[in-house]
């Protein structure tokens, strides 16, 4: 994973393009130079919305559709890709961790708060930025859990969570509803 990000040019135009995922359609934002949003079109009350000032790019974020559908298909473990969410630096710093979580590991909303300097009290506040996040999967905030290992909290929904930690592996084949827990 690219980091630290770009930072992101409000002066310039969005474009979107939306692909197909296992999950549901995914919407891909982003400028000239870096992917900005990857949200779900198909979420129910957490749906993304596309914006009419934005200009469909069919294809336009072709690098970061064929490294989604690597991904999904098993032969992707990581992205390479220039990103530039916007965020507060609190947020942006979470968001760095996120991208730290390897591929098929889970790690506590507590763990987070640690490895970005942070007390075990930051963890409500690392929650909040992760559920903001604004690149999700590639920013893999379905990785974080509960410190008992519980899922917890994933705006696209449980279901979702569930499915993105089990084709990880991330999920003990004992118990197919519970997470391990595991330091990056």
């Given at each position: 994973m690219?980091?630290?990000?770009?930072?992101p040019d409000?002066?310039?135009?969005?474009?979107?393009d939306?692909v197909?995922?296992?999950?549901?359609?995914?919407?891909?934002?982003g400028?000239?130079?870096?992917?900005?949003?990857?949200f779900?079109l198909d979420?129910?009350?957490?749906?993304?919305e596309?914006r009419p000032?934005?200009?469909r790019?069919?294809?336009?974020?072709?690098?970061a559709?064929?490294?989604?559908a690597?991904?999904?298909?098993?032969?992707?473990?990581?992205?390479d890709?220039?990103?530039?969410?916007?965020?507060?630096?609190f947020q942006?710093?979470?968001?760095?961790?996120?991208?730290?979580?390897?591929?098929?590991?889970?790690v506590?909303?507590?763990?987070?708060?640690a490895?970005?300097?942070?007390?075990?009290?930051?963890s409500?506040?690392?929650?909040?930025?992760?559920?903001?996040?604004?690149?999700?999967?590639?920013?893999p905030?379905?990785?974080?859990?509960?410190?008992d290992g519980s899922?917890?909290?994933?705006?696209?929904?449980?279901?979702?969570?569930?499915?993105l930690?089990?084709?990880?592996?991330?999920?003990?084949?004992?118990?197919d509803?519970?997470?391990?827990?595991?330091?990056?």
């Amino acid at each position: 994973m690219i980091t630290p990000f770009l930072p992101p040019d409000p002066a310039a135009p969005t474009f979107y393009d939306v692909v197909s995922s296992p999950v549901g359609r995914v919407l891909l934002t982003g400028d000239e130079r870096a992917l900005t949003g990857l949200f779900l079109l198909d979420a129910g009350e957490h749906s993304a919305e596309i914006r009419p000032e934005w200009t469909r790019r069919e294809g336009g974020f072709a690098a970061a559709a064929a490294q989604l559908a690597a991904y999904f298909a098993g032969e992707r473990t990581e992205f390479d890709l220039p990103l530039a969410p916007c965020g507060s630096r609190f947020q942006l710093a979470v968001w760095e961790e996120l991208a730290r979580i390897p591929y098929g590991k889970t790690v506590s909303y507590g763990q987070v708060a640690a490895a970005i300097g942070k007390s075990a009290v930051a963890s409500r506040a690392v929650g909040l930025a992760n559920g903001r996040n604004p690149i999700s999967i590639i920013l893999p905030c379905h990785r974080v859990i509960g410190a008992d290992g519980s899922l917890t909290g994933y705006g696209w929904g449980l279901d979702r969570k569930e499915w993105l930690l089990r084709h990880e592996g991330a999920l003990r084949a004992a118990d197919d509803t519970d997470v391990q827990p595991a330091l990056w």
